[in-house]
């Protein structure tokens, strides 16, 4: 069993930063590929970004060259840097493990946290 708590969200103008953290439990968290996914109201979740056991990392490609993925598994944490920031990221992000390769697609994520608002303003 793996818990997620997601944190850092909030309100950020239009070209600034955030950091997202995800803080999870559970003995095997160097094995779990990570994921963060986001969605914004009336439209689907889709994925941001991940990162395997290996450190491998994999990007969406809306946030590509503006957000980075990273873990520090003696900490059981996740970070997404995001930079460049537009309206069109304003969504609930959300962290995910899952138990795989790790991949884009949502449905191969076992665990979930319960998400944090992002917004941005133009």
């Known amino acids: 069993q793996v818990q997620l708590v997601e944190s850092g969200g909030g309100l950020v103008q239009a070209g600034g930063s955030l950091r997202l953290s995800c803080t999870a439990s559970?003995?095997?968290?160097?094995?779990?590929?990570m994921g963060w996914f986001r969605q914004a109201p009336g439209k689907e979740r889709e994925f941001v970004a991940g990162i395997r056991w290996s450190e491998s990392t994999y990007y969406g490609d809306s946030v590509r060259g503006r957000f980075t993925i990273s873990r520090d598994n003696a900490k059981k944490m996740v970070y997404l840097q995001m930079n460049s920031l537009k309206p069109e990221d304003t969504a609930v992000y959300y962290c995910?493990?899952?138990?795989?390769?790790?991949?884009?697609?949502?449905?191969?994520?076992?665990?979930w946290g319960q998400g944090t608002q992002v917004t941005v303003s133009s």
């Open positions: 559970g003995r095997t968290f160097s094995s779990y590929a």
């Open positions: 995910a493990a899952s138990s795989g390769y790790g991949s884009s697609f949502l449905s191969e994520y076992d665990y």
